[in-house]
């Protein structure tokens, strides 16, 4: 688990460390084994307020976050009905494709230096609040050590997120 929601939040830098770890230690295993590593979450996406961390967060919100584990039902189906209300008007989330467009390329280069120079209040400010879980996607490539190609990307406004799918292929324990 990488934390992505609330702070502190560990660095991209700490990230792509830790997914190397990850993938050397794969790629170590003495076993014929196959292995698969996955990061998700969504591209840019601005999400409503919906950390305890976060002083604009409704009290509301932030009492479930912290107390309201026996709520979630209630929570969850007033959010879905805030959604489709949200979609029925036309108001659909921002989304930043030329963002996506330049994480994805670095990501598929294994290029992470110019994501460790962001700051999260940059990246927050480029690509929304709830692009801190690329986290997931940096560790995940860091771990496969090597180039990966864009499978898919769409924005999809109703979601509030760009959608992507980057893959890289098969790796052999003796393929360092």
Same mark, same amino acid.
């Given at each position: ?6 702070? #502190?939040?560990?660095s991209y830098r700490r990230?792509?460390?830790? +997914?190397?770890?990850? +993938? ?5 295993? #003495? ?21 305890? &961390?976060? /002083? ?42 030329? %963002? &996506?467009? %330049?994480?994805l390329e670095m990501i ?13 209040? /940059?990246? /927050? ?11 997931? %996607? ?10 990966? /190609?864009?499978?898919?990307y769409e924005p999809v #406004? ?5 959608? +992507? ?7 052999? #324990?003796?393929?360092?």
């Amino acid at each position: 688990m990488i934390n992505c929601q609330g702070g #502190p939040r560990p660095s991209y830098r700490r990230v792509a460390d830790f +997914g190397r770890a990850v +993938g050397d230690a794969i790629r170590s295993f #003495p076993a014929d084994i196959n292995v698969i590593v996955m990061g998700s979450g969504g591209l840019s996406h601005f999400l409503p307020k919906m950390s305890a &961390d976060d /002083e604009g967060t409704p009290e509301e919100t932030r009492d479930y976050i912290i107390n309201g584990r026996e709520r979630s039902r209630e929570f969850n189906a007033e959010k879905e009905r805030v959604s489709k209300e949200r979609r029925s008007e036309g108001r659909t989330g921002t989304i930043s494709e030329e %963002w &996506d467009a %330049w994480f994805l390329e670095m990501i598929t280069t294994n290029n992470f230096e110019p994501l460790h120079k962001c700051t999260d209040a /940059e990246i /927050e400010a480029a690509a929304g609040n709830g692009a801190h879980e690329l986290r997931s %996607w940096v560790a995940a490539a860091a771990a496969w050590g090597r180039d990966i /190609e864009v499978v898919g990307y769409e924005p999809v #406004p109703t979601w509030i997120t760009g959608m +992507g799918v980057v893959g890289g292929g098969i790796c052999a #324990p003796q393929d360092k």
